[in-house]
């Protein structure tokens, strides 16, 4: 088993605390009854930019698992499994193209944008419907309808998100080489 | 907030196995009823998960919400499948026996309404079953039970940091939404879609910052404790198995090798009254 550093354990707790929280109680109502607008991908795509891929895939898969449950209907595997998904590929893409997360300028804004969309489209159009027909065996149509409208809003939410989000850490963070000698 | 996951404390044998192999015989048992169509056994699990329940002794009324909740989403689910797909009961089975003729492409087959029974009896065999482990496990219990049963106690211990900080990071957005709204920024249905959703970001930017030096404090406590030095690591709540652990474990077992020996005597996952 490879070694995790305690600092991405205790970021993959919280990440997954606050998963939960922003997926079970911070709920805006969409225009689409029955649906509500998942913040909690944006979050999810920014902490898999700081903390990697694993601990991307481990709070997406914990944080859904524990909404899941506490809804009570028991574990829809296939979302859970495409939430993982996501915060690797995100966590990944954002290693691959050197994203670094304290300054973003416009043009890591730019990729962080597309890496998040193509992880989006990855997930709800590929990732779980597969995993619905294997385990559940539900028509093709429905699945792609609903992983349309998923990915679609969930995408449109993580742009907004966690685009400013981003903008806020960077914010927050000192860049390396901001000291000057006096 | 700290009955968050609905634990219900009371006295009966499912309350006394360990929660390790409660965890085992949910996962098993799932598998058992995701693995196949064979309606037979599904409504036999069915059967099965209502008298454990009874065994329990968790009340309806304890669980009502969460019933009505999750019956709705299996109702709206079967609906979403009629209306998207109202003939894929016919291409699974492969026959066609028209029942009654609607509109249009909406034609109802006995074909489809099996498919649909089968469908239903898959949420009513497993969703039981999980409010039983819901209810009758203790949170703090849970994260022990994940190593347990082969989870690295690494992975374990992110569970029970989540199942932990839960209640602190509610708490920390009903402040920061608090403050924010006293500031003026509008959350309700007044304010147009997008602009809630920037709204929205107001809240979330000192939460997640906030949470992320939480992070750092946490981190730095863990390691001075030398946290992730050993190969294992002990539990407190942990508990041996005893002899109704290990049954309700090969029980368990045992539907799963039922529902896999059936999808290969029959040679597919569906179990078909039509040919």
Request: glycine share 8%; with cysteine; aromatic share 12%.
């Amino acid at each position: 088993m490879k070694k995790f550093s305690v600092k991405t354990i205790v970021a993959i707790g919280i990440g997954a605390a606050l998963f939960f929280v922003l997926g079970r109680f911070v709920s805006i109502p969409s225009p689409v009854p029955n649906t509500t607008i998942n913040l909690q991908y944006g979050l999810l795509a920014f902490m898999s930019v700081v903390y990697g891929p694993v601990a991307g895939a481990l709070i997406g898969l914990i944080g859904h698992a524990l909404i899941d449950f506490s809804w009570g209907w028991g574990i829809w595997w296939s979302w859970v499994i495409a939430s993982a998904v996501y915060g690797a590929l995100v966590g990944l893409s954002a290693k691959v193209f050197k994203m670094q997360e304290n300054e973003l300028g416009k043009k890591g804004l730019i990729k962080f944008n597309i890496a998040q969309v193509v992880g989006h489209i990855i997930c709800w159009g590929v990732v779980a419907p597969v995993l619905d027909i294997v385990i559940y065996s539900e028509p093709l149509e429905k699945l792609f309808a609903q992983g349309l409208f998923a990915g679609i809003s969930n995408a449109v939410t993580t742009a907004i998100v966690g685009t400013l989000l981003c903008i806020a850490y960077a914010a927050a963070k000192p860049k390396a080489g901001s000291l000057t000698k006096e | 907030m700290t009955n968050l996951f609905n634990y219900i404390e009371r006295s009966s044998p499912i309350h006394r196995m360990t929660g390790a192999a409660k965890l085992a015989c949910l996962l098993l048992w799932s598998f058992a009823a995701m693995s196949g169509f064979h309606t037979l056994l599904l409504a036999a699990l069915t059967v099965a998960a209502v008298v454990l329940f009874r065994i329990s002794r968790i009340r309806v009324k304890d669980i009502s919400f969460m019933l009505g909740f999750t019956f709705t989403f299996m109702i709206v689910n079967n609906l979403l499948i009629y209306l998207i797909s109202p003939e894929h009961g016919v291409s699974i089975y492969g026959s066609r026996t028209v029942l009654l003729e609607l509109f249009g492409p909406y034609v109802i087959t006995a074909e489809q309404l099996f498919y649909h029974l089968n469908v239903a009896l898959k949420y009513t065999c497993t969703i039981p079953i999980v409010l039983l482990f819901i209810c009758t496990t203790d949170p703090s219990e849970f994260a022990a039970s994940l190593n347990r049963i082969g989870v690295s106690y690494r992975i374990s211990y992110a569970v029970a940091l989540a199942l932990r900080y839960i209640p602190d990071v509610q708490r920390a957005y009903t402040e920061i939404a608090n403050a924010q709204q006293a500031r003026g920024v509008e959350m309700s249905k007044k304010a147009s879609l997008i602009e809630r959703l920037k709204n929205v970001s107001a809240i979330l930017i000192p939460l997640i910052l906030s949470s992320m030096e939480r992070i750092d404090t946490i981190s730095n406590a863990m390691e001075l404790r030398g946290f992730g030095k050993n190969k294992k690591r002990s539990w407190y709540s942990a508990r041996p198995f005893g002899a109704w652990d290990w049954i309700s474990m090969a029980v368990c077992g045992a539907l799963v090798v039922l529902s896999l020996v059936l999808t290969a005597l029959n040679g597919s996952r569906f179990f078909n009254p039509f040919v």
